[in-house]
């Protein structure tokens, strides 16, 4: 009664080892097939430009873009936030972003305000 017809495997093993948890089979380079993955925006033409960023919250910062990487993590330098509260302005040099916080980019030189298209005329 021990087997109960599981076959001649013995007692305690969990099956084959060509076979993973829901039938599918385990393959030892799964994991170096997947193509590497590419990060979704190309900051490098903005290296060594001004830039603005938003951050979720609120805050707004300017500065030259120096590095980033895969996660958009940014290092900035000569950066400038506006205080909107105080109506003061602060500058530090090198800042390091993390990229979660980020919500927007946009470069400086060339970005110009413009007019709200979809707001209703009065």
Request: charged share 30%; hydrophobic share 35%; net charge neutral.
């Amino acid at each position: 009664m021990a087997d109960r017809g599981r076959g001649s495997a013995p007692r305690g093993a969990r099956g084959g080892s060509t076979r993973g948890g829901r039938g599918t089979p385990i393959s030892s380079g799964a994991a170096l097939d997947k193509p590497k993955r590419e990060a979704i925006l190309d900051l490098s033409k903005y290296v060594n430009e001004r830039i603005r960023v938003k951050f979720t919250g609120g805050r707004e910062v300017t500065g030259m873009l120096k590095g980033y990487d895969q996660l958009l993590n940014l290092v900035l330098d000569e950066v400038e936030e506006e205080i909107l509260a105080t109506n003061t302005q602060t500058r530090t040099w090198l800042v390091v972003l993390r990229g979660p916080t980020i919500t927007l980019l946009s470069p400086v030189d060339g970005s110009e305000e413009i007019e709200n298209p979809f707001l209703a005329p009065e």
